[in-house]
C-alpha cells in the first residue's frame, strides 16, 4: 500500500493563481520530498522538509510539514504554464533507507 | 554531466522473453534504484542497491532480478516478460541513503524506460 496520498488527484487552475497540494501519511518519517514530474520525463527533486522543520521555501514553492497531522503541503505561487506537470511526494520511513512515492496530483494551469 | 542514463527508452517484448535494462550514472553515487510507474498506481520501488555488489527487494521485486557489478550501473533484468510488466522504468540514485536528516539523499532520475510486453 502506498504510504503517501496526494490530494486532489488533479487540479486545474488559471495562470497566476496560487496552486496547492496536499500529501498525507501513515508512520513516522525521517524526511519528506516533493518532486516534479512533466509529461514523458523523469521525476525532478523540487523541495526537502525534514521531520522536525515545519516549513521551507524556495522560489515560489512553500512546502509546509505538519507530523501531529501526518500532513505536508506544496504552495505553488503565481501559477505559470510551465508549471503544468504531475507532482508527488515521497517519505523516508524512520529506519528505512528509501523513498516511498505517493500517486501523484496532476496540476493544469490554463492560460 | 549525464547524470543518469537509461538504455533502451523504449522496447516492446512478447511474453517469455528476457531483456535487461541498464541504467548508468556519473555521479558517483552509492546508492541507485529501480522504480516502475504504472497510471493509478505511482512508483514502486522494485529493487535497489546501497553500494557496488549489494542490492535489496523493493515493494514489487517478483519476476525481476538486478545486478551492481560496477559503482556506476544498475542493471534491471526480466527472464520471462509477462505482460504484468508493461509499464515504465525509472532509475535513480542518490549519494546515500535516503534515511535520516541528512541532507545527501535527494534522488536524480533516469528520463525513463517505457516496455511493453506483448
Known sequence: SQQGEEDPQALSIQEGENATMNCSYKTSINNLQWYRQNSGRGLVHLILIRSNEREKHSGRLRVTLDTSKKSSSLLITASRAADTASYFCATVLQGAQKLVFGQGTRLTINP | NAGVTQTPKFRVLKTGQSMTLLCA???????????????????????????????????????YNVSRLKKQNFLLGLESAAPSQTSVYFCASSPAGTGGLSGANVLTFGAGSRLTVL
Do not use: C, F
Request: net charge negative; proline share 5%; aromatic share 12%.
Open chain 2, 25 to 63: 550514472q556519473d555521479m558517483n553515487h552509492e546508492y541507485m534504484y529501480w522504480y516502475r510507474q504504472d497510471p493509478g498506481m505511482g512508483l514502486r520501488l522494485i529493487h535497489y542497491s546501497v553500494g557496488e555488489g549489494t542490492t535489496a527487494k523493493g515493494e514489487v521485486p517478483d519476476g
